[in-house]
């Protein structure tokens, strides 16, 4: 079974841009979660979906979205870009939602670059 | 859960000997602690979890133990071999509130070969 894939895995973007990051779950997962990974703030949940809805929300600020779709593949949009939204993005997915303390797989991440 | 420390953040362990990390919690309500391993490039991987309902877990060379009491639990890997050098996360949720996963900040093991 193919794991978690997120593209693009590379991505450099300029201030005030706009971006959008796509994830693929594993096949039969409903649920996918975004994180931020930075060396100073470490791992940071964005937000969940499950059944296109999101469920849980991260303290962001309304620059960070996100959408799920219903075949459960997610992307999320970063606009008006910053140049301390340069991080690692990670997805995760997992079969049903947070709630049910189910694991969750990570992909590979998006290395988002601002300049 | 709102606050999750780890330590420490960095551990250097000789080939063959024991590494051990540790978590700290705040929230009486957490009841479900994994632990992530990052190799670099890579995003973290579930290694092994615990729920609150139990005191010990074990999965070959790497064991977690759970103090609820103490809201501390603990990552153990016995005979450490170079392919566990990484970053190792903790974590903790609560089925109350906000369930979503708080992550420690992570430890930087280097296994000395």
Known sequence: KAGVTQTPRY??????????LSCSPISGHRSVSWYQQTPGQ????????FSETQRNKGNFPGRFSGRQFSNSRSE???????LGDSALYLCASSLGPRREQETQYFGPGTRLLVL | GENVEQHPSTLSVQEGDSAVIKCTYSDSAS?????????????PQLIIDIRSNVGEKKDQRIAVTLNKTAKHFSLHITETQPEDSAVYFCAEQSNFGNEKLTFGTGTRLTIIP
């Open chain 1, 11 to 20: 991505l450099i973007k300029t201030r005030g841009q706009q971006v959008t």
């Open chain 1, 42 to 49: 470490g791992l940071q949940f964005l937000f969940e979906y």
């Open chain 1, 76 to 82: 999320m949009n970063v606009s008006t870009l910053e």
């Open chain 2, 31 to 43: 009841n479900y602690f994994p632990w992530y391993k990052q190799e670099l490039g890579k995003g």
